[in-house]
């Protein structure tokens, strides 16, 4: 009788823990959707639609008011297209450049910022952030002044230092020299303070131990700080990548694409088309290809790093 | 923490729901009160002064018609052309007046047809620069009114020639004007013309006009690869290989290349005054204005332009009749043409206007000469172009070839005619 | 003694010049910003333009003052960027913990198409979203400005790459103690993603604050415009600008941002993470 009775009563508590595992199982279950329903719902409603609309507006040629269908011809003449073509190579050129700079920049100065002895740390953080804020207007002047031939700053240095002066805006490489100059002079400290906020991710002791093991300066950089802040990189890399590929301001304002279309990108261009030349149909062509573009190359970074999981 | 995070997002979600009320502020429903008059509300977009002096003319026009508001919003050029875009493009949200470039008239008069309200029989385009009404008309159809101009000569530092021995009344012809650049090179170190050969083509442009060419025939279809294209181009390339011309990569750096001495003259329209005298005022007295020079000594040349606006009405409005005659009365009315260009150097298109005294004056900055007649001429003389909805597209083409021809040293006859195929291309 | 103190300041020495250079290059054109709000727009654009402060501060201000109603600008930049970062931290810290520490059915596919239209250019979605805010009724509204910002990836993406590095062990354990999955959220793992916070925070205030295409496109009246939008009527004509008081507005319009950059940057400081992880 009482074994029976024991026996019912590990049962019954044994199905209530059941119960309430299955309970947080569901719980565990839903969890994520309930975590991303605020998302998804804005992105149903606000991205779907236009995202559609002006996919269907690819395929359409825009004349005499109205929108036209027209198959694959936007798309065909986008190969056909000279501009479109250097525009695509000029921000290869940029990508190139920019997304190893800036990953390799922004970490270095997010460790040196972040160095245990170092005084007025807040003061030199804003100082590396401040290039993101400034206005745009200043930005272009003072590049301008900068990049001047006959009267600027850096060619004033460069004949000082005994060296020829370039024609910096005037000329095919000294004008893509100024804009990668600028957009690393912009974006880097930006990109720092994320690589700073992944620095604070790693713990402490695994430098303290490394110190212990009597390891260089260099060692620990590569050995710790790089491998823990994997994700960061990886995501400072895409987004850089995306941000380049989409840049606009640098040769809208600072070189307006020339001299010959040198320095001129898909962003600006796109921009030229849809809200110079009124080619809308062709505008939204050029876009999409741009996403396939940018969406193979993150794919590749990301399945190349694994997403930046370290499982 | 919770519930103070919690408690900002309600605060957000009231204040974002009270605003919502805000929403557009719709026209008035009827269009005409008991008199017969004109009434409604009037939303007008524009930029700088152009803005101000429409907003002057309103209160004049409410004098007359008192129930007729106006709501005025200010943008720069850009963000006016940006707006229009997306607003056009949709239907919705569009303004009651916009001012827009004379240039880019076409573009939208093709590309959005019906879409803005006609003048055709209000305008008495005899009173106007023929390259104004032009610019205003698509389709045989006058879609805006044709306000401020840019008749062109060309502006000179006076102190400059005469530190060279050069006499401006000895300019003729281009090549006089080069062999001028030689001199003054020679003799004072600045260039003569700056001619933003790397970003512009506005050198070449004018020289294209002066020889009743333009970048598209009267059908619109691209001509650059004519004999007039060539022959300016070739100009252009002549002036540029005897080093007497001034790269600027901007406007900025041209303001910047002004005020120390870089050049001795700027090709431009007549909107130009203004800006020498903001951006150099330390030079008075230092500038004077002739023609442009032309290419042969004997012939009558034609004028040239650049720049300059018009005011349309696009057809959604409400309100078209009171948009449109409050146009005419700002477009038409002599006084108002006088104060705009006295207050806000708005050069206008319309000839009464420009017959008046106040454009006999002669102008202290340019040494007490009298400048005006000059443009005048150049205004009336300027040949009807067709700018074409394509016009933006053929300029960044046109700017690159004068790149390749001059900074890469590229033959002009095939680089002229490699334009000609890309622009038959793409301009179906 | 000495020997041995001037050794280990080597690398500190290095560390302190390669800081100093940078943040001189990154501070000059801030600094040419604040001079040439006191200078005249001939003095900035001359060859050799000032570089000190000068004597237009006066002039510009008024000149700013005439054109540009600085309360109410201020006004609706702040309603709109403090809306939408706190809206922004709330909802990417959340889809971004669930793509980053749950396992789901649509998980990759979801991710995927949320990554992707990181990539479209909002350029060619202006028009539909246009369309679709005058619909609703919704033009000229704060909530037009705000909501469809906050359907971007970059906070989702920002928290998940973070939150990966968050031991998985932790968060099982206090489902083992009987938390709820969302106080796991708030009481566990955020408190430990105050640095990526602030850096989000940071991101979506600037973002915001700078925003300027949609606002200019969907916002209507002159009462309603934020900062961006309003300064571009400072611009007018290419060949009438006057950079002294647009450059003055500029300064106006960066003070904020840099207050806000100060608070959020406490969280850095906070460091909580490498606590967590000793146990």
Known sequence: MSGMSVDKDMRSSLGERRVREMKKMMKKKNAPYFFLAPMLVLFAVFMIYPIIDSLILSFQDFTEGNYVFCGLQNYITMFHDPVFWKSLKNTFIYLAVQVPVMVVLSLLLGVLVEQAFLKFRSGFRMSIFLPSVTALVAYAIVFKLLFNTDFGLVNHALTALGFDGVDWLNTVWGARSAIIIGITWRWTGYNTIIMIAGLKNIPMELYESAEIDGASFFQKFVYITVPMVKSIIVFVSITSTIGTLQLFDESFILTNGGPNNATITIGHYLYNTGFSYYKFGYAAAISYALVVIIGVLSFVQFRITKGGENE | MKRNLLSIILAAAVTVSLCACNGNGGSSEKKENGDGGLSGEITVWSWDVALAHLEEQAEKFRELHPDVEFNFEEMGVDQVYQKMTTCLQSGIGLPDIVSLEGEQMAKFGTKFPGKFAEFTDMINTDDFFPIKVAECTVDGKVIAYPWDSGPCGMFYRSDLFEKAGVKAEDIVTWDDFIEAGKTIKDKTGSDILCMAESRNDLVYRLMLMELGGFYFDEEGNPQVNSEESVRAMEMCKKMFDEGITFNNSSWDDMIAGMSADKFACIPEAVWMVGSIKDAVPDQEGKWAVMPLPRFDADQEPLGASNGGSALAVPSASENVEAAQEFVKFCMEDVDANIEGFQNYGLYPSYLPALESEAFEEGDEFFGGQKIFELFTEAGKNAPQVNYTENFAEALEMSKNSVAKILLEDEDVAEVLDAEQKEMEAKFK | ?279
């Open chain 3, 1 to 279: 003694m000495m020997d041995k103190r001037k050794k280990i300041n080597i690398s500190h020495v290095i560390t302190y010049v390669v800081l100093i250079v940078a943040a001189f290059v990154f501070l000059f054109p801030f600094y040419f910003m604040f001079v040439s709000a006191t200078n005249s727009n001939a003095d900035i654009l001359s060859a050799a333009p000032k570089l000190f402060f000068g004597t237009h501060l006066s002039e510009n201000l008024k000149n700013l003052n005439e054109r540009l109603d600085l309360g109410r600008i201020l006004l609706n930049s702040g309603i709109l960027t403090v809306t939408y970062t706190v809206l922004a931290m709330l909802i990417h810290a959340m889809s971004g913990y669930a793509m980053a520490k749950y396992e789901f059915k649509g998980k990759g596919i979801i991710f995927g198409i949320i990554m992707l239209t990181m990539m479209i250019p909002g350029q060619v979605m202006y028009v539909p979203l246009f369309k679709l805010m005058n619909n609703i009724g919704w033009a000229n509204t704060y909530q037009a400005v705000i909501l469809p910002g906050l359907a971007g990836a970059f906070g989702m993406f920002l928290m998940r790459q973070n939150m990966l590095s968050f031991p998985t062990s932790l968060i099982e354990a206090a489902r083992i103690d009987g938390y709820g999955e969302f106080a796991i959220f708030i009481k566990v793992v955020m408190p430990s993603m105050k640095p990526a916070l602030g850096a989000m925070g940071i991101y979506m205030f600037m973002s915001m604050w700078n925003n300027f295409m949609w606002p200019l496109i969907i916002l209507g009246t002159k009462s309603m415009y934020n900062f961006p939008v309003a300064l571009s009527m400072l611009e007018g004509v290419a060949w009438r600008k006057d950079y002294g008081v647009i450059m003055l507005a500029t300064v106006f319009a960066v003070l904020p941002i840099l207050i806000i950059f100060l608070v959020f940057q406490k969280q850095f400081v906070a460091g909580v993470m490498g606590g967590a992880v000793k146990e």
